[in-house]
C-alpha cells in the first residue's frame, strides 16, 4: 500500500461545477499536509496548505482529518484553467512525499 | 520569490551515455535539495537528498552509482544518470529548500525530460 493513496481520476467535470478531492495516508507520524497543481510536464506548485480547522483560498478549500488520516480538496465554480492534475503531498522527516495525483479535466 | 533553475529542460541521448542535470537555486542558498523521478501517470518518487559538502542520502532502490550526485556549493546540485538505458527515461525534477521558509521553502525545478534512445 502507497503512503499517500488517492482518487484514481481522471475526473470530467463542466466548467462551473463543483468537485471534491480525496486523500489519505498511512503514516501517523506525518507532520504537515498540502495540495500541489502539476500541469502536464511541468513541475509541481503549491496550491494551499491543510489544516485541522480548514482552509480556504477563494474557490478552493482543503481540509485535515487526522483521526482518520484523510485529506480533502473542494473546488466550487470551477473554471477551464482549474484543469491540471493536483497532487496530496505529505511531509514526513523531512521528505516530502507525493500521491499519484488525480488528473482533472474542466469541460466547456 | 525564489527560484529553482534546472537545466536542461529536455534532453535525448544515446543509450550507455552519461547525462548531467543540474539544479540551481538563484536567489536562495540551499544547504538541501532533492532529486525526484517521475514516471508516465505516476506520482514523483524522492530518489536522494542532496547535502551540501557532504554525501547524498540515497531511497532505497536507487543506485548510488548510477544516479552520481554532486552539492559542491549551498547553490548548485548536479545529478548525472550513468551509463543510461531506455528504462532510464523519465521526468527528473529536483526541488531545493530554502531554510529561511520552513515547510514553505521547497522550490521546485521546471524538470528534465531525458529519453534514452
Known amino acids: 500500500r502507497k503512503e499517500v493513496e488517492q482518487d484514481p481520476g481522471p475526473f470530467n467535470v463542466p466548467e462551473g461545477a463543483t468537485v471534491a478531492f480525496n486523500c489519505t495516508y498511512s503514516n501517523s507520524a506525518s507532520q504537515s499536509f498540502f495540495w500541489y497543481r502539476q500541469d502536464c510536464r511541468k513541475e509541481p506548485k503549491l496550491l494551499m496548505s491543510v489544516y485541522s480547522s480548514g482552509n480556504e483560498d477563494g474557490r478552493f478549500t482543503a481540509q485535515l482529518n487526522r483521526a482518520s488520516q484523510y485529506i480533502s480538496l473542494l473546488i466550487r465554480d470551477s473554471k477551464l484553467s482549474d484543469s491540471a492534475t493536483y497532487l496530496c503531498v505529505v511531509f514526513r522527516d523531512d521528505k516530502i512525499i507525493f500521491g499519484k495525483g488525480t488528473r482533472l479535466h474542466i469541460l466547456p | 520569490g525564489a527560484v529553482v533553475s534546472q537545466h536542461p529542460s529536455w534532453v535525448i541521448c544515446k543509450s550507455g551515455t552519461s547525462v548531467k542535470i543540474e539544479c540551481r537555486s538563484l536567489?536562495?542558498?540551499?544547504?538541501?535539495m532533492f532529486w525526484y523521478r517521475q514516471f508516465p501517470k505516476q506520482s514523483l518518487m524522492l530518489m536522494a537528498t542532496s547535502n551540501e559538502g557532504s554525501k547524498a542520502t540515497y531511497e532505497q532502490g536507487v543506485e548510488k552509482d548510477k544516479f552520481l550526485i554532486n552539492h559542491a556549493s549551498l547553490t548548485l546540485s548536479t545529478l548525472t544518470v550513468t551509463s543510461a538505458h531506455p528504462e532510464d527515461s523519465s521526468f527528473y525534477i529536483c526541488s531545493a529548500k530554502n531554510e529561511g521558509r520552513g515547510l514553505y521553502g521547497y522550490t521546485f525545478g521546471s524538470g528534465t525530460r531525458l529519453t534514452v534512445v
Open positions: 536567489d536562495f542558498q540551499a544547504t538541501t
